[in-house]
């Protein structure tokens, strides 16, 4: 199916494609969450995972011979915190709006961003972001304390994800690392979900529902992406990947009627032109969706 959707696409409009792939993971998300009330978050990241891993095996067939002990500690490393950034980030939906959980997890990458760079105006994209934060931390009513750390923690995955995708893309070719990785992150989360969670795994309807989150936060993403880097700049593709966090609270408006206040919709913009800003001269960051 990715396959075909990929072959499917043009490169007429990569922006455009970029911006299908944002709002595709975004409205997946928003999706899962609305699902929140009938199972729990990590049946619907294991069914994500799952689905993803099953359409990425499919598509890439990864070649496992002659693989060194290296190769084998790259990719399962990349699995288990793709598997736990997921998990992480749904912990965090649970518990605080998405448009704020998606903008708290930024830090991970944006951060990293500015560690990268050795340019002095990117103290000012540390100050702006910090200003965000700091508004999101004086916002009346909408933040939870454990939510807050499920989103940090993601965002750390975030980073870690990142210079984790490098190295497997230099050690595994194509799609296959990443077919691996999400096939290990997925094992990792089937204890729980046919475990302590199995019960919410008993209609047809949740598996298709499951399927559908990964199609749209997964599949229809790397599709995008894949077809859109062929021709775009990585620095415009980072630029693009920094309006996530408004795709994400547009997204919970729409499917989940969540409403941010005065304060929030500004703490998010800081920290989307902050990443703007510090993203502009680096090469983009892989989205992890």
């Known amino acids: 199916m990715a396959r075909a959707l990929s072959s499917g696409l043009t490169v007429k409009s990569p ?76 912990q965090a939906f649970q518990r605080i709006p998405l448009g704020l959980a998606v903008t708290i997890e930024f830090a991970g990458p944006l951060a990293l961003a500015v560690l990268g760079s050795r340019r002095l105006i990117d103290l000012l994209w540390v100050v ?22 499920f989103a940090l923690a993601a965002g750390a995955c975030w980073a870690c994800y990142i210079l984790l995708s490098a190295s497997t893309g230099a050690r595994w070719p194509g799609l296959d690392g990443l077919a691996v990785a999400s096939t290990v992150a997925a094992l990792g989360l089937t204890p729980l979900a046919l475990g302590r969670y199995a019960g919410d795994l008993t209609t047809t309807r949740i598996w298709l529902l499951g399927a559908a989150v990964g199609l749209l936060s997964s599949v229809i993403p790397y599709s995008c992406e894949l077809v859109a880097l062929r021709t775009l700049k990585p620095s415009v593709f980072g630029i693009l990947m920094s309006l996530e966090p408004a795709a994400a609270a547009l997204a919970a408006l729409v499917v989940l009627g969540e409403t941010l206040g005065t304060l929030e919709w500004l703490a998010l913009g800081c920290v989307v032109v902050a990443s703007v800003g510090a993203t502009r001269r680096v090469p983009a960051a892989p989205s992890p969706d």
Not at 67 to 81: A, C, E, M
């Open 15 to 90: 922006v455009v494609l970029v911006l299908v792939g944002i709002l595709s993971v975004q409205f997946g998300a928003a999706i899962a969450k609305s699902l929140f009330d009938q199972v729990s978050p990590t049946t619907l990241v294991w069914l994500r995972l799952a689905t993803s891993a099953a359409v990425l095996l499919a598509w890439a067939r990864p070649s496992l011979r002659g693989r060194s002990r290296t190769d084998w500690l790259v990719v399962i490393t990349f699995g288990l915190v793709l598997g736990t950034m997921n998990w992480s980030i749904y």
């Open 128 to 149: 702006l972001a910090g200003v965000g934060v700091v508004l999101l931390g004086v916002a009346p009513g909408q933040l939870d304390l454990a939510g807050v750390l």
